[in-house]
């Protein structure tokens, strides 16, 4: 259940004092530096033989021209390490998901990433925009991966913040439908859980292959949602 560990590169030097001496650590670095700073990163990462670097996740600029910055990208990553390029949602990123999907045609080890929450209102995307994003990947055969506010199994309201998230078993639905808003709006656990079991075979490979995974800073509270729903 449980993936890959994710480190910023401006911290890669520091995961390794924290390493002990029999670790095996399949690692994500995380491009926080931008494109400059990660080559360094990469070779720190290739000395430590405690690491084995699984992929690179990069987000494009904000300031940034998106389609173009996204070719631009993947033409400066390392061919044999799967990299997930997070896609900004704004105008035109339709665009920005066919590039990414015309080299993962080409045989490019890419795919998509959308952020889905963070510590302000604005940065939690509809069921909509989500469903959006979800459906264009799935209708391209381009693996994406969601970050940030999916703790949790099933779309909920924070009681602290008053935040709307979104639940990591809505966005699978969504992958095994190829796109479905109607999942994505879903609250109710028991209503989500049923949906989950009465999934095709051919649904759930679709949504094993199109949503490779979700960043999350506490692995504990997936883990208690899912036991909680009889789902683990």
């Known amino acids: 259940m449980i993936g890959r560990f994710l480190c910023p590169a401006s911290r890669v030097a520091e995961l390794r004092t924290h390493l002990l001496p029999d670790d095996h650590l399949d690692l994500v670095v995380i491009a926080d530096t ?6 360094k990163a990469l070779e720190d990462v290739a000395a430590e033989p405690r690491v084995r670097l699984r992929g690179i996740e990069v987000a494009l600029p904000e300031d940034a021209d998106q389609a173009r910055a996204a070719t631009v990208t993947i033409a400066s990553l390392p061919t044999e390490v799967p990299a997930f390029l997070e896609v900004r949602r704004t105008t035109g990123w339709h665009m920005v998901i066919d ?6 045609e080409a045989g490019a080890t890419v795919g998509a990433k959308l952020r889905t929450g963070g510590v302000t209102a604005d940065a939690f995307p509809s069921p909509a925009e989500v469903a959006a994003f979800v459906g264009a990947c799935v209708e391209r ?8 506010g999916l703790h949790h199994a099933v779309r909920h309201t ?13 966005v699978l639905l969504a992958a095994a439908d190829g796109g479905s808003v109607e999942d994505l709006e879903m609250v109710n656990p028991v209503a989500v859980t049923v949906r989950i079991r009465a999934l095709t075979d051919e649904q759930r490979e679709t949504a094993r292959r199109m949503f490779t995974g979700f960043g999350s800073c506490d692995i504990d509270t997936p883990r208690s949602d899912l036991a909680a ?4």
Do not use: S
């Open 229 to 232: 729903l009889g789902l683990l």
């Open 99 to 104: 590039g990414i999907a015309a080299a993962h």
């Open 34 to 39: 931008g494109m400059d700073g990660l080559p």
């Open 158 to 170: 924070d009681p602290e913040t008053g935040f709307v998230h979104h639940g990591f078993l809505n």
């Open 141 to 148: 055969r381009l693996p994406f991966k969601c970050t940030a």
